[in-house]
């Protein structure tokens, strides 16, 4: 397992969590503490629901009865927030594909193009996710400081900013895994040539051919009887 892909697929796979627990939450926007310490309710709201409680604990939530009623704004955060949910699912999957401790994905340089395919994946993912909670924080922020809007005013809430670390996460981990591709292009290769089975006889053939080589005498010479004198 390469060590650049397990911090972008913990990332990855964390920020999309974040994302799914951003979407489902119903507290993107609450009413002041202003206004609470005085009714002793509040209200917030998300995308799918409107709720409120009270200091006993109890509370109630009604969903959106119908799409054409919701306000625009509304509308365009569920269809990016559910793209980005959507995005980085299919993301963690080619990441999981796109590692190299998998068996599945293909040769190496397969892997590298799903793992670079994956952290584009969450990089869109995250994209996503923190237009659509940026969308959402900007129409609170202005007309929380709008004079002349007189209806009820809502604080920032705590879905609002899971949204915003989700979608840093999956594009930190999107651009690591961007990144692994490179990582597995430097990785060096070992070449092996084959050079042949050798035999004894080629060793002595090669022996005696070199030049310098010790050649010995011919054994059929004869020494005559002064020799041994």
């Known amino acids: 397992m390469s060590r650049v892909q397990i911090p972008g697929l913990v990332f990855g796979i964390g ?3 974040a994302l799914v627990a951003a979407t489902a939450s119903n507290e993107w ?14 209200v917030y709201q998300g995308l799918w629901m409107n709720c409120a409680g009270n200091a ?3 509370f109630h939530c009604r969903p959106h009865f119908t799409i054409f009623r919701v306000e625009g704004y509304i509308q365009a955060c569920r269809g990016l927030m559910i793209a980005a949910v959507s995005l980085g699912f299919f993301g963690a999957i080619f990441a999981l594909f796109g590692m190299k401790c998998t068996k599945v994905g293909g040769s190496e340089k397969a892997k590298a193009k ?9 990089i869109l993912s995250g994209l996503c996710s923190m237009t659509g909670c940026s969308l959402y924080a900007n129409k609170i922020t202005t007309e929380f400081f709008d004079p002349l809007f007189v209806e009820q005013k809502y604080e920032l809430g705590a879905a609002l900013f899971i949204g915003w670390a989700g979608s840093t996460l999956c594009i930190i981990g ?25 035999s004894v006889m080629s060793s ?8 310098g080589d010790f050649k010995p005498t011919n054994p059929s010479k004869q ?7």
């Open 15 to 17: 920020g999309f969590g």
């Open 29 to 42: 926007k609450v009413t002041t503490r202003a206004s609470s310490v005085i009714t002793a309710t509040w």
């Open 56 to 58: 006993l604990g109890s």
């Open 114 to 122: 799903i793992a670079c395919l994956a952290g584009i994946v969450f």
């Open 174 to 198: 999107g651009v690591i895994f961007c990144f692994s591709i490179s990582d597995n292009n430097k990785t060096p290769r070992m070449g092996y040539t084959y050079n042949g089975p050798t």
């Open 204 to 211: 002595r053939t090669k022996y005696q051919g070199g030049e």
């Open 223 to 229: 020494f005559d009887k002064n020799a041994y004198v």
